[in-house]
């Protein structure tokens, strides 16, 4: 650990973090509260960006260590939001939309892990 390595993730934190706030601010306007559709959107769209940028720099990029540090730790792990997500689905059990909770946590799952598959995919087609 260095402290240029420090740095560059703390940049990316803060990018990704205001990125993030943005996101769920519009998303959560145009959708309404009554579901953690910001919080959704932001996991899925991190999750895709997530595989397309650790394929791209697999296959035909080479970032430097800060680099991909600042992008993968600090800009998607401060757009990102597990612990926003966990809050989400307390709050919704707490409300006792027990039903509501379950399928929330269960299409963050399904859909943030099957974004990162397609980020991965499309960016081997592009490659082929």
Known sequence: MNAQMVFAVAVGGAAGSVGRYLAMSAVGGWLG??????????NVVGSFAMGVLVEASAQMW??????????????????????????D??????????AIAALYAIASVILSVGALFLGLALVRQFLR
Do not use: D, Y
């Open 62 to 87: 080479s970032p430097s260590p800060e680099l991909r540090a600042m992008l993968t730790v600090g800009v998607l792990g401060g757009f990102t939001t597990f612990s926003a997500f966990s809050l």
């Open 33 to 42: 509260s009554g579901f953690p559709w910001g919080t959704l959107f932001v």
């Open 89 to 98: 689905v307390a709050v919704l059990w707490e409300r006792h939309q027990v």
